[in-house]
Each structure stands twice: as structure tokens, then as C-alpha cells.
């Protein structure tokens, strides 16, 4: 069980910039989830998938925000067009289904100048 | 909707003292609970986790009992060592929300040799 890994750990780009983050999940894991933590705060829910199909995407998620996850196994969380307010730590975590806990990957802290 | 209220921080405690950090939450189902603990320069990791009435969570020497008629979900400790100095997330999921973690915003703890 090697965990989930998040890439890049630290991304720092100009606002306007798309960047992309990619999320391995626990092997057998078949639930995927991405959130967001900001200095201070706990995470928020941004959206999750069962297997390929994403299931509920938060408000949070604005129409520059993408995500997929193509086989049902790794997943990209995409941003198009950032905004200094996208600057957080963006988490990733997976879960067998319901209702087994979630574990959390390391995040990947995107910075917008 | 659902959301988690959590005592403010920092807590600054001698080593070997009691801790308590309190958590309340609010949730139109029947939600699990959860203790997530952020060490420095760490990722999110599952402390305790409680899924009904009555239960009780436990790890570490941490403890939480699961409160329904006070939706609390108090998280103790009888003697803090140093390395409990960290980050900790109260969270609840939900079953009919696809179990996707509900947070506070979090408690620091510091513990003094």
C-alpha cells in the first residue's frame, strides 16, 4: 500500500496561467476525492468520482475548473485562466466505497502571482 | 446543510497535561464522525473515526465519543506528549451526500517539554 501521491507538491504561476494537478489514488480504491484547504481553514469539498464517473461537483467548482478521471483510476484536477483567490492547497484522497475513510494524499500547493 | 463547529486554537499545553477540543456539528442525516490530525509538514491522517450513537473512537490515547443528543463529538486526551503538537480537523461525512468530509476549521495544538 504505497498511499495516494499528488504532483507536482508545489506549483507557483502567473495569474491567467492553467496549471494541472494529478492525483494517484490507493490501488483498489474505487472513490476519489479532491478538496481545497486555504491558510487557516479546514479542507472543502471541490468533488468526487466512483470509479471513471464524477458524481457531485461543489459550487465551489467554477466553470475553469475541470476534472476527470479517465480510467477510473488517476485523476487531473485542471484550472484554466487562474485567479490570485485559486492560491490554496489542493488535496486529493480515496476510499473504497461507502463507508470506509478516506485517505488523504499530500496536497499540492498551487501559489497564482 | 451539514457543518462542524471546533474550539478555536492555538492550545498550549505542558507535556503530560488533559486535553479537550470540542466539536460540534450539524447534519440532516445520520452522519459518522471523525478526528483528522495534520502534523507539520504532513499530509491529513485519520485519527478516529466514529459511525453511530454511543461510539466510542479511540487511537493513539486519543479519544471521542459520539454524542447525539449534544451533537458533539469532543476529542481527549489524559497526557499530551510533545509530538502531539499539531493540526486537528474535526469532519463528518454523510452517506446521502456521498460521504464527502465536512470539516472545521481546525485547532492547533502546541505542547511544551
Known amino acids: 500500500d504505497t498511499g495516494v501521491s499528488q504532483d507536482p507538491r508545489h506549483k507557483i504561476t502567473k495569474r491567467g496561467q492553467n496549471v494541472t494537478f494529478r492525483c494517484d489514488p490507493i490501488?483498489?480504491?474505487?472513490?476519489l476525492y479532491w478538496y481545497r484547504q486555504t491558510l487557516g481553514q479546514g479542507p472543502e469539498f471541490l468533488t468526487y468520482f466512483q470509479n471513471e464517473a464524477q458524481l457531485e461537483k461543489s459550487r465551489l467548482l467554477s466553470d475553469r475548473f475541470s476534472a476527470e478521471r479517465p480510467k477510473g483510476s488517476f485523476s487531473t484536477l485542471e484550472i484554466q485562466r487562474t485567479e490570485q483567490g485559486d492560491s490554496a492547497m489542493y488535496l486529493c484522497?480515496?476510499?473504497?466505497?461507502?463507508?470506509?475513510?478516506?485517505?488523504f494524499g499530500p496536497g499540492t500547493r498551487l501559489t497564482v502571482t | 446543510g451539514n457543518s462542524v463547529t471546533q474550539m478555536e486554537g492555538p492550545v498550549t499545553l505542558s507535556e503530560e497535561a488533559f486535553l479537550t477540543i470540542n466539536c460540534t456539528y450539524t447534519a440532516t442525516g445520520y452522519p459518522s464522525l471523525f478526528w483528522y490530525v495534520q502534523y507539520p509538514g504532513e499530509g491529513l491522517q485519520l485519527l478516529l473515526k466514529a459511525t453511530k450513537a454511543d461510539d466510542k473512537g479511540s487511537n493513539k490515547g486519543f479519544e471521542a465519543t459520539y454524542r447525539k443528543e449534544t451533537t458533539s463529538f469532543h476529542l481527549e486526551k489524559g497526557s499530551v506528549q510533545v509530538s502531539d503538537s499539531a493540526v486537528y480537523f474535526c469532519a463528518l461525512s454523510d452517506r446521502s451526500s456521498g460521504d464527502k468530509l465536512t470539516f472545521g476549521t481546525g485547532t492547533r495544538l502546541a505542547v511544551r517539554p
Open positions: 484522497a480515496s476510499s473504497r466505497d461507502s463507508p470506509y475513510e478516506q485517505y
Open positions: 490501488s483498489e480504491h474505487n472513490r
